[in-house]
């Protein structure tokens, strides 16, 4: 959990942020905002990808009812999560 019971702040990779664009249903910006809120609340809500630790360690948030995947890596603070990858 974010310190001191407050939220993490969502930041979106550029590749991220592009990703944003094409979406055009309705429901999608719902789905995506709802899964974005469950780890901003709970960083460690998705589970780590394997990968080597020289880098950010990526971890995966998947929302089968919602249908949303989303890849991202929580800062050293664990104040921000930063969204790499948007899948709805």
Do not use: C
């Amino acid at each position: 959990m974010a310190p001191h019971g407050r939220r993490a702040r969502i930041a979106f990779s550029e590749p991220a942020a592009k990703q944003l664009d094409p979406i055009t249903n309705e429901a999608e910006p719902h789905a995506l905002d709802r899964a974005l809120v469950v780890i901003s609340v709970t960083p460690d809500a998705g589970e780590p990808l394997p990968g080597d630790t020289t880098g950010p360690r990526l971890r995966q948030y998947v929302d089968d009812v919602e249908r949303v995947r989303i890849l991202y890596w929580v800062s050293a603070l664990r104040t921000v999560v930063v969204v790499a990858f948007i899948e709805v």
